[in-house]
């Protein structure tokens, strides 16, 4: 079993962070992330829990007796004083259905409470693969409980299809992704139940790097902006980092977001 290290360091108008991150790989790796074998668009850890995109899951889910735990970092308007950290632990128990759980700590620089965290358990279900003009479609759902600030419920239906370009050049394929998402909030907010549809793309380029962006509609009760997202991702054999601005809908700027992943096959 070997264990790799990976030092990044970004630096955008003045705001740098230094991530380490510790990947763990096993002699045998991922399924899909280490061939060119069905991958569906799986993604990494996003701010709403299970993998995808930035924002919103997608519907790959893993192959059967792979595992994956992944960590993300958002720093919303790209201040210190606020800082949310999310974490993901998945295991596919066949290639359709994978089922894991999800946590969100918020960490508050000073202040009462100084910080506040909710978690829960996802599943998704792949009942297509993307194969000829058959999209792939997973349906999901998710839970995460804790401090009322934080506490919701998701229910998501999304789709993906691949177009190949050149599986040899500089542009690979391009991906579309597309889902509905309800969300259920707790009974003590005061924004009432929440449905929104959200599309993506994402190009690939060698070296399994991927450009991704996304937009999602605006919900006027929860969401001061147009949710929308930017980045990329890089899917390698054993681990995979997101790197993405964002905005969630809620911040006055868009918002610093780091991912990291790591899988093993069981």
């Known amino acids: 079993m070997k264990i790799t290290f990976h030092p990044l360091v970004l630096f955008s108008r003045g705001f740098s962070f230094a991530a ?38 997608t519907s790959g889910t893993l192959p059967e007796r792979a595992s994956t735990i992944q960590y993300c970092v958002f720093f919303p308007d790209n201040r210190n004083d606020v800082v949310g950290h999310g974490v993901l632990a998945a295991y596919g128990f066949t290639d359709e259905f994978e089922f894991g759980g999800i946590a969100t700590l918020l960490d508050f620089d000073g202040g009462d409470p100084s910080e ?35 506490n919701k419920y998701s229910v998501f239906v999304a789709s993906y299809k691949r177009i190949p370009i050149d599986e040899d050049g500089i542009l690979r394929s391009i991906g579309f992704h597309g889902g509905l998402k309800e969300l259920f909030f707790d009974s003590d907010r005061p924004e009432e139940d929440s449905f929104s549809v959200y599309g993506g793309i994402e190009v690939q380029f060698p070296l399994r790097l991927y450009a991704v962006g996304e937009v999602q509609t605006k919900d006027t009760d929860i969401n001061e902006h147009v949710p929308y997202s930017f980045g990329a991702q890089w899917r390698a054999p054993g681990i ?10 809620g911040t006055s700027d868009i918002s610093f977001y780091y991912g990291i992943g790591g899988s093993l096959t069981f």
Request: glycine residues 16%; hydrophobic residues 40%.
């Open 20 to 57: 380490l991150s510790l990947a763990i790989i096993a002699p045998t790796q991922v399924g899909a992330e280490a061939s060119d074998e069905y991958e569906g668009g799986r993604g990494l850890i996003t701010l709403d829990g299970p993998s995808g995109l930035f924002l919103n899951p």
């Open 116 to 150: 506040r965290g909710a978690g829960g358990p996802f599943a998704r279900y792949r009942f297509t693969k993307d194969d000829g003009f058959i999209p792939q479609i997973s349906l999901g759902a998710s839970a995460r409980v804790g401090d009322t600030v934080l």
């Open 240 to 249: 995979a980092m997101s790197i993405a601005g964002i905005q969630n809908g």
